[in-house]
């Protein structure tokens, strides 16, 4: 599960792994590396609930569609930083409100069909019309074909995010001739979901053999595919827990172990498989409440001064593990716009207690509440919440922890009634204009009890960040998160590392924060 406007940046992306099944070991035909012909075993922890590209909104579900379908623009690697061409190239006006999608020959579905215009505004306006989960990523934008090969979408507002959301693989294109033929629509009366649960409709370098939502997806190459041939001919991606995901790579009964904790990771140490382990998505923060109602205590500047300075950003980085960052502001520093850790906040425990002592501060218990019952990429929310607890008494500081199941905190959250919060977010789509949520009266900054006009100074940076084109966006949304490090509620902790553990056949694979990994290219 993807966590922002969706999911309130809560639970579910690693529930899934708790309750994940255990078995599903064993030989599937197991091959090594460029082995075409034979079958790639990829383990990982569902959360898979479709098929159907257009309303999947889950990790699975995008590695999943990934290997089926294309978009009309994507990614190239990891590189998150520039969209590129899939199935078309693109232009902007200079407004930000236009974009014309220009399609490119020789795109074939899997019945040999051509991929056209139509099915392109097809597919798109299913995403919006179905109101799955994934719709909201193109909400005020119309969809309209425009010529023989030409689409375009208009946004009511200037949307200089669009190139980055395009590639997300919710926005796959089918092929509409056959999804209308099996009840399709792009409304809600839609009734595709279970044949593309059974058969895809894609133009991607694989097609669905077999789709079991609680134990494996199964793919073979897809002769159709336009693009580089897979290295592998058949997939099976298996629905297995952590600990046999271990085993299973260790023992070579699987080629890939995709959700692996750090603690695991690091027992795989010295022996033959591969661990590849790189920063992701995914941000860690705490909140102090600034609600004097909630906390006189949280509310005073000087004591939130003193949170930021006492506490040791490395020293928590580190416990996380290789591949583990820390990101300077908000954002992750894998989008334009982050910033260098160096210009977030630094330890200085002398400051911080003179901090501290002109806030007034006496020794009261302050709470520190979080969810205990999920992890972020398998780290456990709990260790970095006794991390803070101590590295702030260093400082004077008394921390209670109040661990509770993210069923019951949850509500606490979104309420804007915690105390201090630790939580984490992860973007809907990889533009840094997924953070202008921090700000004062928007989605999480009221969550921190800091309403719209608590600080104008951040307020006139976050619509300069929202209204930057071009170069000048990553300049723009720098400051904003500058001036946030320095007076606003939040104080951003770390970025987990996605790690990937392969057998030694595997020769490369290639992650993406966006849909985890592209099985197609796992050589």
């Given at each position: ?352 207690k003179e901090a501290l002592k002109a806030s007034g501060y006496n ?161």
């Amino acid at each position: 599960m993807k966590f922002s406007r969706k999911s309130a940046a809560t639970a579910g992306l690693v529930v899934a792994a708790a309750l994940a099944l255990s078995g599903c070991a064993g030989g599937n035909g197991a091959a090594g590396g460029g082995d075409a012909g034979k079958s790639l075993v990829v383990d990982a922890s569902f959360d898979l609930k479709t098929a159907d590209p257009n309303r999947q909104y889950e990790t699975t579900g995008s590695i999943v569609a990934k290997a089926l379908y294309q978009t009309l623009l994507t990614f190239e690697g990891n590189d998150v930083t520039k969209p590129v061409d899939g199935l078309a190239s693109y232009t902007m006006n200079p407004e930000n409100t236009v974009m014309t999608l220009t399609l490119k020959p020789g795109a074939k579905f899997s019945d040999g069909s051509p991929v056209t215009v139509d099915d392109a505004v097809f597919s798109l306006t299913r995403v919006q019309g179905v109101k799955g989960n994934p719709s909201f990523l193109l909400d005020g934008i119309t969809v309209a074909k425009t010529g023989d090969d030409t689409l375009t979408l208009t946004s009511a507002e200037p949307n200089p995010a669009l190139p980055f959301i395009l590639p997300n693989p919710a926005l796959s294109v089918v092929n509409k001739k056959v999804v209308e033929a099996n009840g399709g629509s792009d409304t809600e009366s839609d009734k595709a979901e279970a044949f593309l649960n059974k058969t895809s409709a894609g133009s991607g370098p694989y097609k669905l053999e077999s789709f079991d939502a609680a134990k494996q997806v199964v793919l073979t190459a897809n002769p159709e595919y336009n693009g580089p041939k897979p290295a592998y001919s058949r997939v099976v991606l298996r629905n297995v827990a952590g600990p046999t995901q271990k085993l299973n790579v260790e023992k070579g009964e699987s080629q890939v172990a995709l959700d692996l904790n750090p603690d695991q990771v690091a027992e795989l140490a010295g022996s033959k498989v591969k661990i590849t382990s790189d920063p992701s998505r995914y941000m860690i923060f705490l909140l102090l409440n600034q609600n004097k109602d909630v906390s006189q205590i949280t509310s005073n500047p000087d004591f939130l001064k003193a949170v930021k300075l006492g506490i040791d950003y490395d020293k928590i980085v580190k416990m996380a593990g290789d591949g583990s960052v820390r990101p300077g502001g908000p954002i992750p520093s894998l989008f334009v716009g982050a910033i260098d850790a160096k210009q977030g906040n630094q330890r200085d425990v002398e400051a911080a207690k003179e901090a501290l002592k002109a806030s007034g501060y006496n020794g009261e218990k302050v709470t520190l509440n979080f969810p205990n019952d999920i992890t972020v990429q398998g780290l456990s929310l709990q260790n970095v919440a006794e991390a803070v607890q101590a590295q702030l008494k260093d400082v004077g500081i008394d921390i209670n922890l109040a661990p509770a199941p993210v069923a019951t905190e949850l509500d606490a959250y979104r309420n804007g009634t915690e105390t201090v919060g630790l939580w984490y977010w992860g973007p809907d789509f990889p533009d840094a204009s997924n953070y202008l949520v921090f700000s004062p009266g928007e989605l999480v900054g009221l969550r921190a009890g800091w309403p719209a006009g608590a600080d104008p100074k951040v307020t006139e940076l976050a619509n300069a960040a929202k209204a930057a084109t071009g170069d000048a966006r990553a300049a723009a949304y720098e400051a904003w998160q500058k001036e946030l490090n320095a007076s606003g509620p939040f104080v951003p902790l770390l970025q987990p590392a996605q790690s990937i553990v392969t057998a030694p056949s595997i020769t490369s694979v290639t992650t993406n924060p966006v849909w985890t990994v592209d099985l197609a290219l796992i050589k």
